[in-house]
């Protein structure tokens, strides 16, 4: 299978935050950024393996700042590593008032997605190949991410996690 770089996955979303988007602070809802952020992983997933995907698990989100009502929302998605059928994305979230021409940082997360062949069952993907060195780091990183969901999902023994175990206890 022919190998693929994390920048060939790269997608950008932009939506603005409309007052149906909001909860009674003016801010934009939780819920409505997880929705957002679902589509651009999931686009960023089927221009990396070419096939329908699904959202596997999603990782800890936790909000830096609330997005305020009229503000603009960019969503950027990437592809980190591949596995077998499945691959992480990761997520940056950062906001802008466009009136006070002020940016600022919302929120970052991993996604995962498992490709589906026709008779949806698991595909196998592309692996990656990172380019930059934020890539390289977040590419390295993710089989510790994998791992910790894995046992947190209760589909591995944590003695098992050997990429996790280095980093706690010296053999």
Request: charged share 25%; glycine share 4%; net charge neutral.
């Amino acid at each position: 299978m022919k190998l693929k770089k994390a920048s060939d996955s790269l997608t950008l979303m932009t939506e603005i935050v409309l007052p149906n988007d909001t909860n009674t602070f003016g801010n934009l809802m939780g819920g409505r950024l997880m929705y957002w952020m679902d589509i651009a992983a999931a686009i960023a997933s089927q221009k990396h393996c070419n096939a329908p995907v699904v959202t596997a698990s999603v990782d800890n989100i936790s909000f830096q700042n609330p997005i305020k009502l009229g503000n603009v929302v960019h969503i950027e998605a990437k592809i980190t590593r591949a596995f077998t059928t499945s691959m992480e994305v990761y997520l940056k979230v950062w906001s802008e008032d466009l009136s006070r021409q002020f940016q600022y940082n919302s929120n970052e997360a991993y996604y995962t997605f498992v490709a589906l062949d026709p008779n949806k069952k698991p595909l196998p993907v592309p692996q990656i190949v990172p380019e930059t060195e934020e890539e390289k780091k977040l590419f390295d990183g993710a089989l510790r991410r994998r791992q910790l969901r894995l046992i947190l999902g209760g589909k591995m023994n944590p003695d098992d996690a050997t990429e996790l175990r280095a980093l706690f206890v010296k053999d």
